[in-house]
């Protein structure tokens, strides 16, 4: 009770230094806080579920290649010269990332651009949508070139890192799937399940939602995380409102992830290099009972 006492403390300390010094210079206290007004609609929860199908499978392939690089590397000469290895995956990640703006950015700048919400005078690629402005109000039509762009380099970046990140360990997806979800809402915006959420004058579907929930659906299909995984993506982007999807997502991933390959990253890993762990998971049979034990002793 009393470390229970002392870590609500430090928390409460810690929350209120970060809230006065707003390090992000967003005036929020997450890093990755989505300023999107957009509520998600019920029809939504099947391309939910269909990215946290995508990010198992992405996951548990993953995990099976980077398994067996990892086994070739300990019988191979490769394993015995890791700096040399760390210098060429290096410059090869840095030579293929530069072309493509997606990939060149850091990582956190790249994460935060997909869970924002474009603006009236947003000119990224991703934002390049066609506006009817009026003197009262600005309408988000239907997608400009510049999308179409954003969904060949976005595919590029997706591959690369998946390519990449066997050799070193990471992922991404879920920004594509909106961009051909939201023209398909756009296209038939009178329709019933539709209807409602393109009323407005903002995109019908929110593309930072999408890049969310395929974010967490990639690294629940990596790690197997679920309960605690929520909760992060929850904290780190300051909306509760969107745990159903995560929810959804997430035990969509684990449920296909599992049933192509039974561990995570983590636990193979840790049966690869042998590490002493006890599993949970686990079953064993022994033949002597706790009775035996208790006539033993008397």
Same mark, same amino acid.
């Given at each position: 009770?009393k470390?229970?006492?002392r870590s609500?403390?430090c928390?409460?300390v ?5 809230? #006065?010094?707003?390090?992000?210079g967003t005036?929020?206290?997450?890093k ?8 998600w609609?019920?029809?939504?929860l099947l ?10 499978t ?11 690089? #990892?086994?070739?590397?300990? #019988? ?13 995956v290096?410059l090869?990640?840095?030579?293929i990332?530069? =072309? ?7 990582a956190?700048?790249l ?10 005078n ?9 506006r009817?402005? #009026?003197?009262t109000e600005v ?5 400009? =070139? ?19 990140t066997?050799?070193?360990f990471?992922i991404k997806?879920?920004?594509?799937l ?10 038939y915006?009178?329709s019933? =399940? ?12 929110a593309p930072?939602l999408?890049?969310m ?24 982007t ?5 745990i ?16 192509i ?5 983590y ?7 042998h ?12 033949s002597?009972?706790?009775v035996?034990?208790?006539?033993n002793?008397?």
């Open positions: 009770m470390t229970l006492w609500f403390f928390a409460l810690a929350a209120f230094i970060l809230r #006065s010094i707003d390090p992000f005036d929020h206290m997450v990755f806080y989505m300023n999107t007004t957009r509520a609609i019920l029809v939504e391309p939910f579920m269909l990215l946290g199908i995508m990010g198992g992405i996951g548990a392939v993953f995990i099976r290649c980077n398994i067996a690089w #990892s086994r070739y590397k300990q #019988s191979s000469r490769v394993g015995k010269f890791p700096i040399l290895e760390v210098m060429v290096t090869l990640t840095a030579v990332n530069f =072309p493509n703006e997606f990939t060149r950015m850091n956190s700048d994460i935060r651009t997909l869970f924002s919400q474009c603006g009236i947003d000119v990224s690629i991703l934002c390049d949508y066609k009817n402005i #009026s003197s309408h988000i039509l239907e997608a400009g =070139p510049g999308i179409n762009e954003s969904l060949y380099l976005l595919l590029l970046a997706l591959v690369w890192k998946f390519t990449i066997i050799f070193t990471g997806d879920g920004e594509s909106v961009l051909e979800t939201q023209q398909f809402a756009w296209k915006r009178s019933w =399940p539709f209807r409602s959420a393109c009323i407005t004058n903002e995109n019908c579907m930072g999408y890049a929930i395929g974010a967490a659906a990639c690294l629940a299909g990596v790690t197997r995380m679920t309960v605690s995984l929520v909760v992060i993506m929850f904290e780190l300051g909306r509760v409102d969107y159903v999807p995560l929810m959804a997502s997430v035990v969509a991933s684990k449920w296909v992830a599992d049933a390959e039974r561990e995570g990253i636990d193979a890993h840790i049966q690869i290099n590490y002493p762990f006890l599993d949970n998971k686990h079953s064993f049979r022994h002597t009972q706790a035996d034990l208790v006539r002793a008397a």
